[in-house]
């Protein structure tokens, strides 16, 4: 075929979908709207604080993920986002912009009543963080398959209100790794309310061995980095 008579078509990533994704073509944007959380767990790189973004700040993140990115969902981060006064304006905000919000939270903060207002606003979905890296005052699991009672609350509270898609986030360590069955099988038994469970790797710097680090030429040392990040 000569390609002076039929030239390669011209590429736009940002008019793709999906696969493959891009920089610019993310099924899911994430969008962290406070520091804010009323949990402490293992791992988590957040500060604490209570800086909730203004909802003018949240809209001109929007802008740059509606400049710069083809997204599907904005998930909805912190902080907990439930501990943004907020919130339901702010699932309001994104609905009316054309992407499917998705709460990440650890579900401490939820009430009947906020997942109305949640779903009247437009929200698509959860996905609630659980697991044994936290420690939590409406669960005492020392193993991650009893934790499965919360688990089911707050999926069937979701199935209730109906409309809305839930799932569920575990932190998984060396000390976890073996529990992982236990909520796989239980998300097994429940397909019709329990939508996806997501198995995220514990991180954490290597703060020790034989490795140097440098910032712009100049060698730091991690572990003060690691506790001053704290
Ligand atoms: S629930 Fe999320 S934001 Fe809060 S401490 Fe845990 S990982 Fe961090």
Request: a neutral charge.
């Amino acid at each position: 075929m000569n390609p002076a008579v039929n030239p390669a078509p011209e590429l736009n990533p940002r008019s793709f979908y999906r696969l493959p994704w891009s920089l610019t073509d993310n099924g899911i944007s994430w969008l962290e709207i406070t520091d804010a959380c009323n949990l402490t767990c293992e791992g988590c790189y957040r500060p604490h604080k209570v800086n909730h973004k203004t909802l003018q700040q949240i809209s001109d993140d929007l802008d740059v993920f509606k400049r710069e990115r083809k997204s599907d969902c904005m998930s909805i981060a912190g902080g907990d986002p439930l501990m943004h006064p907020q919130i339901v304006e702010i699932v309001k905000m994104i609905n009316d912009r054309g992407w499917k919000a998705i709460l990440n939270t650890n579900g401490l903060a939820m009430t009947r009543d906020l997942l109305k207002q949640l779903k009247k606003a437009g929200v698509a979905g959860f996905t609630f963080h659980i697991d044994t890296t936290q420690v939590r005052k409406d669960s005492r699991a020392k193993v991650e398959g009893e934790h499965n009672e919360l688990r089911m609350k707050f999926a069937e509270m979701v199935a209730e209100e109906g409309g809305m898609a839930c799932s569920f986030n575990q932190t998984v360590s060396w000390d976890t790794l073996d529990q992982v069955k236990d909520t796989f099988i239980w998300a097994r038994k429940h397909p019709d309310i329990v939508n996806t469970i997501v198995y995220i790797l514990f991180r954490s710097p290597r703060l020790t061995g034989d490795f140097d680090f440098y910032a712009n030429g100049t060698k730091v040392s991690m572990a003060e980095s690691y506790e001053n990040s704290k």
